[in-house]
């Protein structure tokens, strides 16, 4: 007999060590950990370089087309890539009632629960800043990542999960829309705003957005001003003066907006099983959608994933809402979960995926480059060789991960 860590969910039963099956570990969500590991694929799979393999059949739709969607937006609108870490960030916020439930059936006491809470976000910002600082020289004090943003906000999200559901919905509209007035209080550059000096092209001007969108421009906006004092007080190797990206420490705060809208899909779970709320997800998803759209076409607030505008935080959970709507269709009334397994297995370690895409590329690849070598890679063409090698380097990922599921090894934090 074999113990099972459980990462999200329900206690694990025991089972024997040879059984390869999914239900080792129930009773637990399967959308969910398949929603999951979806959006972990997503993440592992940009070793398969599309944009750079587009770029070698210029004009060919199909490859324009993934590499589109393998590549986040240069400022407004969504890409398939782009929904990534809205995707992570709400699933975390699914698992915090089952996590929740599950502490209060052990009987564990708020503070301890509180203490446990806080702990885990202490790890998630070191964990996002060691893996940001694998390249640099000392310690790389970056807190715009996924790990980073959540750890942020974990401790509020742990909070405001044991409000009543009125005062969730009040959160979440509280703090969206403090942050957008903080934002639009905030002056908007002017017509001899050195663009330059914050790292924004020539070329790159036909993002620049105008009128009352200005407020939310590229390195010149509320976020920009606090991290020009904010990470200046970290030791660097050069002061900061602008992200290349654009992306902001103060996005962890409309991500948080994200994690609770997350919170909501879970305790729907839980209120209503073993029924699935399939018509508050899709009702949800329409409402959040269309309010994230108003904002953006009336010129409010536009949609932009770098700096999580307020509106980004309504369209992308709506897009969440709908991708966990599609998985319970496929998985809890068509019963097709033989279809989604692979995905499972990636799910169900999400957070060791995460620490492998990010440390186990240059290994993975040099390894294959030696022992398969380059005739092998090239067997499709030398254009092709980017993603003969990312789908080489995709497989052994799963394959670990595979035999992490077997073994009943999950990693958590």
Not at 182 to 208: I, K, R
Not at 354 to 365: Q, T
Not at 385 to 397: C, D, I, M, R, S
Request: proline share 6%; charged share 15%; glycine share 8%.
């Amino acid at each position: 007999m074999g113990n099972v860590i459980a990462l999200v969910g329900e206690p694990p039963r025991k089972i024997a060590t040879n059984e390869f099956k999914y239900e080792a570990v129930q009773p637990r969500n399967m959308a969910v950990d398949a929603y999951r590991g979806l959006v972990m694929l997503l993440m592992m799979g940009e070793v398969l370089e599309f944009a750079r393999v587009a770029r070698s059949f210029p004009g060919n739709p199909i490859w324009q087309f993934l590499s589109f969607n393998q590549s986040h937006v240069e400022w407004v609108g969504m890409s398939l890539h782009d929904t990534i870490q809205p995707g992570f960030t709400f699933l975390a916020g699914v698992s915090l009632p089952y996590s929740l439930r599950r502490r209060r059936q052990k009987g564990e006491s708020f503070r301890h629960m509180l203490l446990h809470t806080m702990w885990r976000s202490l790890v998630l910002i070191a964990l996002g800043i060691f893996l940001r600082s694998t390249d640099s020289p000392i310690t790389y004090f970056t807190f715009e990542d996924t790990l980073t943003q959540i750890g942020l906000g974990y401790t509020f999200g742990f909070l405001l999960a044991f409000v009543k559901p009125r005062w969730q919905w009040t959160a979440i509209g509280a703090i969206l829309f403090g942050y957008w007035l903080a934002w639009a209080l905030y002056p908007a550059p002017g017509p001899n705003f050195n663009w330059a000096a914050v790292g924004v092209p020539p070329d790159w001007h036909q993002h620049l957005l105008t009128g009352f969108a200005a407020h939310w421009n590229k390195n010149s906006n509320f976020g920009q001003a606090f991290d020009l004092w904010f990470l200046n007080l970290f030791p660097r190797t050069s002061p900061f003066v602008y992200n290349d990206g654009g992306y902001l420490t103060l996005s962890f705060i409309p991500t948080l907006g994200t994690l609770l809208l997350g919170v909501v899909a879970g305790r729907w779970f839980i209120e209503m099983a073993p029924a699935i709320p399939l018509r508050r997800f899709l009702i949800a998803a329409a409402a959040l959608i269309a309010g994230g759209l108003l904002l953006h076409f009336t010129g409010i607030c536009p949609i932009v994933k770098r700096v999580w505008t307020p509106a980004w935080t309504l369209f992308s959970g709506g897009v969440c809402f709908l991708f966990l709507s599609a998985f319970c269709w496929l998985v809890d009334i068509k019963l097709q979960r033989k279809v989604v397994f692979p995905l499972v297995v990636v799910g169900m370690n999400s957070i060791a995926a995460y620490v492998m895409a990010e440390l186990g590329r240059g290994f993975v690849e040099s390894s294959f480059r030696i022992h398969l070598g380059m005739r092998v890679l090239n067997c499709l063409g030398t254009a092709l060789e980017p993603t003969v090698l990312g789908a080489l380097t995709l497989a052994a990922y799963w394959l670990v991960l595979y035999w992490m599921f077997g073994k009943k090894l999950f990693i958590k934090i």
